[in-house]
Nanobody, 120 residues
Framework: QVQLVESGGGLVQPGGSLSLSCAVS????????MGWYRQAPGKQRELVAT???????NYADSVKGRFTISRDNAKNTVFLQMNGLKPEDTAVYYC??????????????WGQGTQVTVSS
C-alpha cells in the first residue's frame, strides 16, 4: 500500500521560513512528478509547485521567488522550502505523487496534509 507522509508544518511569523517534506513509502515501481498543493479555508485546493523526475520545476505565480521545491529520488522524498512567508500562505499543504505501483498501473496519490499558519 502506498503512503505519503508529510512533515514540517507549523506556526511562523510573517517573513519567516518553513521547510516541508513528504516521503513516499510502499510497493512502488516508479515515481513521475511530485508536487505540493494547498487549500485555505473556504477556498479550492491550488497548485503550489511541482517537480518532475528529471528535476524540472513549476511554481504558482504567488510563490515564485519565495518557495523552492526539490526531491531526493533515492529516498522517494519531495521537499518544499518556504521563505518570506505571508499570511496569505496560510493553508493546509498537501503532497501529491504521480506514480506507478506496477509497470501498467499508474495513479495519483495524496498525503494527509500539514497545516502551515503564518501569523504574528
Amino acid at each position: 500500500q502506498v503512503q505519503l507522509v508529510e512533515s514540517g508544518g507549523g506556526l511562523v511569523q510573517p517573513g519567516g521560513s518553513l521547510s516541508l517534506s513528504c516521503a513516499v513509502s510502499g510497493s512502488i515501481f516508479s515515481i513521475n512528478a511530485m508536487g505540493w498543493y494547498r487549500q485555505a479555508p473556504g477556498k479550492q485546493r491550488e497548485l503550489v509547485a511541482t517537480i518532475t523526475s528529471g528535476g524540472s520545476t513549476n511554481y504558482a505565480d504567488s510563490v515564485k521567488g519565495r518557495f523552492t521545491i526539490s526531491r531526493d529520488n533515492a529516498k522517494n522524498t519531495v521537499f518544499l522550502q518556504m521563505n518570506g512567508l505571508k499570511p496569505e500562505d496560510t493553508a493546509v499543504y498537501y503532497c501529491n505523487a504521480d506514480l506507478k505501483v506496477t509497470a501498467m498501473r499508474r495513479g495519483g496519490y495524496w498525503g494527509q496534509g500539514t497545516q502551515v499558519t503564518v501569523s504574528s
